[in-house]
T-cell receptor, first 114, second 111 residues
Framework: GESVGLHLPTLSVQEGDNSIINCAYS??????FIWYKQESGKGPQFIIDIRSNMDKRQGQRVTVLLNKTVKHLSLQIAATQPGDSAVYFCAENPSGAGSYQLTFGKGTKLSVIP | EAGVAQSPRYKIIEKRQSVAFWCNPI?????LYWYQQILGQGPKLLIQ????????DSQLPKDRFSAERLKGVDSTLKIQPAKLEDSAVYLC?????????FGPGTRLLVL
């Protein structure tokens, strides 16, 4: 079975609100995590990544939180915009440093209500 | 900087036919990946190349799928013969050893 999964398959938010997308992972050896955004008909687009020696990392309007104790990853999007509507995937590198192989979860569809 | 290029973007074939996909990674990226993404699911790794060598092909159905990266740059993924369950988006990604950058994918429909 897959080691990466998402709590919510769909998420609808009002434009301007903050969005939180959650992800659970099961492999304690994973040391690298990454969030991708995939719009319809396009390939996954890198959003933000985090290594296991960190618990928080911020980008432009996005923040990733890592809780290794409960094996949980979340993506926070501030002031959600219609252009944020997409499927969001979390992925982990279960092989440890070096190979950078990724195992993807099933994805969460984010719909932004104007 | 140009991104990962893939062609064709769409392909429709009948079962038992063969098909090939092409990928041109970001310039200088030594690592290249092929993924299969079935509708409604996350991408699943098929094969990983480091330059022109295979790092991992453990999830590649080798009875019908093959891939090569002869000169360590472009890569092709072939399916022969195709089955109905091969209908999916085939994604190519490349990296310098860290973040993977994806191409737009080839959408394959097997009838």
């Amino acid at each position: 079975g897959e080691s990466v999964g998402l709590h919510l398959p769909t998420l609808s938010v009002q434009e301007g609100d903050n969005s939180i997308i959650n992800c659970a992972y099961s492999n304690s050896a994973s040391d690298y995590f990454i969030w991708y955004k995939q719009e319809s008909g396009k390939g996954p687009q890198f959003i933000i990544d985090i290594r296991s020696n960190m618990d928080k990392r911020q980008g432009q309007r996005v923040t990733v939180l890592l809780n290794k104790t409960v094996k949980h990853l979340s993506l926070q999007i501030a002031a959600t915009q219609p252009g944020d509507s997409a499927v969001y995937f979390c992925a982990e590198n279960p092989s440890g440093a070096g190979s950078y192989q990724l195992t993807f979860g099933k994805g969460t569809k984010l719909s932004v209500i104007p | 900087e140009a991104g990962v290029a893939q062609s064709p973007r769409y392909k429709i074939i009948e079962k038992r036919q063969s098909v090939a996909f092409w990928c041109n990674p970001i310039s200088g990226h030594a690592t290249l990946y092929w993924y299969q993404q079935i509708l409604g699911q996350g991408p699943k790794l098929l094969i990983q190349f480091q330059n022109n060598g295979v790092v991992d092909d453990s999830q590649l159905p080798k009875d019908r799928f093959s891939a090569e990266r002869l000169k360590g740059v472009d890569s092709t993924l072939k399916i022969q013969p195709a089955k109905l369950e091969d209908s999916a988006v085939y994604l190519c990604a490349s990296s310098l050893g860290g973040t993977q950058y994806f191409g737009p994918g080839t959408r394959l429909l097997v009838l």
